[in-house]
Structures are given as C-alpha cells and as structure tokens.
C-alpha cells in the first residue's frame, strides 16, 4: 500500500494502442518541456488534471488484467517521484512498464534520485522530445525520427516497432462524445474529427 499520487490528465485501461499488449494508459497532467507541435498541449499545465492515488491505478489495472503499463503525457519526469512509486508498485504486481519522456536517457541517468528510480522501475524507455521537422515514418509509436526505444530490461527485447504498425483505440461515451487513444498526426486527428461528426466532441490524448 502506498499513499502517493501522480496528477494525470486521464488514464485508460485495456487499451492496444499504447505499446505492446494489453496496457493501462496513465497521462500525466504537466510538462515542462512543451515541444513545438506536440499533439497534446492541453497536458501542458500542472495546474489541470486531477490527483489519483497510485493504488487506485494498480488495483483499476489488475481488474481490466493488463500485461502493463504505458506512462507517457504530459511529461512523467516532471514527477518523477511519484511516477516511480506508481511504476515500482506496477512491477511488483508483475506488471510491465513503458514510460514515454521528451528527455533523453544520458540526461536523466545523471539528474537526481527521483529520475533514477524511475528509470530503475521501467522496462523500456521512449526518449527525446518531438521534432516536428523530423516525422518518423517507419516506426510504432513516436512522431520524430530522433526518438529511441531503450530497453531497460528484457521484458520487451522483441518489440520491434518498425514491424508494428501504430493502432487507434476510439471508444463512443456515454454523453456521445470521441475517446481517441494511440497515434495521429495533425491531419489524420483533423480527418477523424470530421468522420465522427459535428455534435460530437473529439477528444484525443494521444503518443507523441
């Protein structure tokens, strides 16, 4: 049991279109980084999002029995602390865990404590923040081509994300408005705004 809690935007359990599996989704509320073009700039300020418990996501991800989860924003770095506690207690539930940063791998290794448990609690890092004039065109996942996929440890050693192709995981709520998950950029989020229609309210947090 733990009593920290990380500041999200939204979390999404049972989702494929977050990394390998099954996953949890977690984005997380703040980024100092703010990446020109990013995709997800309603992330940008601390100050949204709402606190929920580490222990609240552990239990919500157990029940929709996902093989892990994918922490991505937002910036998870920019809460360090409380991301390697929701990503230690993941492990220790035999849980995977995929963190997505817009800081590089060399940077963080030399940071601080917090950084360093996080990356101690993670299995396979995205890094580097998105350059708009760099698009990656052959890879699952990341938007720009300076992206990396480092495996921390080997629980992901065969993904390959050149050889997955990227999924969008679109669910209808209750109040008639678009949940979109995965992978889009500008023009093809503009494209399914229009196919979903004009009363309904497309709202996307998505990989950057």
């Not at 601390?46 to 989860?69: N, P």
């Not at 080997?154 to 998950?181: H, W």
Request: charged share 20%; proline share 3%.
């Amino acid at each position: 049991m733990t009593i920290a809690s990380v500041r999200i935007g939204r979390v999404l359990h049972g989702t494929t279109a977050e990394g390998p599996g099954l996953r949890s989704a977690i984005w997380f509320q703040g980024c100092s980084i703010q990446c020109k073009g990013c995709i997800n700039p309603h992330l940008f300020s601390e100050r949204g999002g709402s606190l929920v418990l580490v222990d609240t996501i552990i239990r919500d991800a157990m029940a929709a029995k996902v093989e892990g989860l994918t922490l991505i924003g937002g910036e998870p770095f920019d809460q360090a602390h409380a991301a390697s506690d929701l990503a230690a207690a993941a492990q220790a539930q035999g849980l995977g865990v995929l963190v997505f940063t817009g800081y590089e791998f060399e940077s963080l290794k030399n940071r601080d404590d917090d950084a360093r448990a996080l990356l101690a609690a993670t299995d396979l890092l995205v890094d580097g923040p998105y350059l708009a004039q760099s698009p990656e065109t052959a890879r699952a996942l990341v938007g720009s081509s300076n992206q990396r996929f480092i495996h921390l440890s080997e629980r992901y050693a065969g993904y390959r994300p050149e050889l997955v192709a990227n999924r969008i995981d679109v669910r209808i709520l209750a109040d008639g408005s678009v949940d979109v998950a995965g992978f889009l950029n500008g023009q093809e989020l503009q494209a399914l705004a229009a196919s979903t229609g004009t009363k309904r309210t497309l709202r996307a947090q998505l990989s950057s």
